[in-house]
T-cell receptor
Framework: DTGVSQNPRHKITKRGQNVTFRCDPI?????LYWYRQTLGQGPEFLTY????????KSRLLSDRFSAERPKGSFSTLEIQRTEQGDSAMYLC???????????FGPGTRLLVL | QKEVEQNSGPLSVPEGAIASLNCTYSDRGSQSFFWYRQYSGKSPELIMFIYSNGDKEDGRFTAQLNKASQYVSLLIRDSQPSDSATYLCAGTSIGGYQKVTFGTGTKLQVIP
C-alpha cells in the first residue's frame, strides 16, 4: 500500500497527558500537512512541511502543539498537556508541489477524557 | 467571512438524478480548487481538482469554476446511494506557501 498512513488510528487519553501521532506520507511527496477536523467542520490547517522544513504554522497551533519531520520523510505531531477541546480527528496529507493535490491518510481520532 | 463557503445541507436527490453542489470563495488569489468526498468517520477522498475557468469532466463528475464570480461547483450525474456523503470544497493560493482552506462541507443524501 503506497498511500498515506497514520498511527495510531484511535487514541484515548486523560486530560493533562501528552500524546504523539505519526504520519508516513506517500514516499515521493515532499510536502506534508497536518489538519484537525471536528464534527460538522471541514479540516482546519495546522502546519505544513516541505521536506524537513516546517514552513507554516496556523495560529490554531498553540505552544502545546509541536510537529517535526526530522528527515523529510515521516512526521510526528505531539500535543502536550492535552485538554478536552483537543478531541478531534487529526489528519495528515501529503502532496508533491504547488497546485498538486493533497492525499489524506486515514486520520487519528483523539478523545481526551 | 469564511474564506470558503458551502451550504451544509443536507441536499437530498433521488437516485439517478443530478446532484449540484456549490461553493463560493472570498480570496481572489485562490488558484486551485478541490472537491473531496468524506464518508462519516473516514478521511477525505479526492474527487476532482480544477484550476482553469470552465468545466472539467471525469466520469459522472463535472467540476465548474468561475473565477470572476468566485464560484466553484460539482455536478454528479446519475447519482447513486453510494454517493451519499459530505462533499468538501477546498481552495488554495499560489505564491508563498501553499495553504488549502476547506469549506464546512455539504451533506448529500441520494434517496433510492
Amino acid at each position: 500500500d503506497t498511500g498515506v498512513s497514520q498511527n495510531p488510528r484511535h487514541k484515548i487519553t486523560k486530560r493533562g497527558q501528552n500524546v504523539t501521532f505519526r504520519c508516513d506520507p506517500i514516499s515521493e511527496h515532499n510536502r506534508l500537512y497536518w489538519y484537525r477536523q471536528t464534527l460538522g467542520q471541514g479540516p482546519e490547517f495546522l502546519t505544513y512541511f516541505q521536506n524537513e522544513a516546517q514552513l507554516e504554522k496556523s495560529r490554531l497551533l498553540s505552544d502545546r502543539f509541536s510537529a517535526e519531520r526530522p528527515k523529510g520523510s515521516f512526521s510526528t505531531l505531539e500535543i502536550q498537556r492535552t485538554e478536552q477541546g483537543d478531541s478531534a480527528m487529526y489528519l495528515c496529507a501529503s502532496g508533491r508541489g504547488p497546485q498538486e493535490t493533497q492525499y489524506f491518510g486515514p486520520g487519528t481520532r483523539l478523545l481526551v477524557l | 467571512q469564511k474564506e470558503v463557503e458551502q451550504n451544509s445541507g443536507p441536499l437530498s436527490v433521488p437516485e439517478g438524478a443530478i446532484a449540484s453542489l456549490n461553493c463560493t470563495y472570498s480570496d481572489r488569489g485562490s488558484q486551485s480548487f478541490f472537491w473531496y468526498r468524506q464518508y462519516s468517520g473516514k478521511s477525505p477522498e479526492l474527487i476532482m481538482f480544477i484550476y482553469s475557468n470552465g468545466d472539467k469532466e471525469d466520469g459522472r463528475f463535472t467540476a465548474q469554476l468561475n473565477k470572476a464570480s468566485q464560484y466553484v461547483s460539482l455536478l454528479i450525474r446519475d447519482s447513486q446511494p453510494s454517493d451519499s456523503a459530505t462533499y468538501l470544497c477546498a481552495g488554495t493560493s499560489i505564491g508563498g506557501y501553499q495553504k488549502v482552506t476547506f469549506g464546512t462541507g455539504t451533506k448529500l443524501q441520494v434517496i433510492p
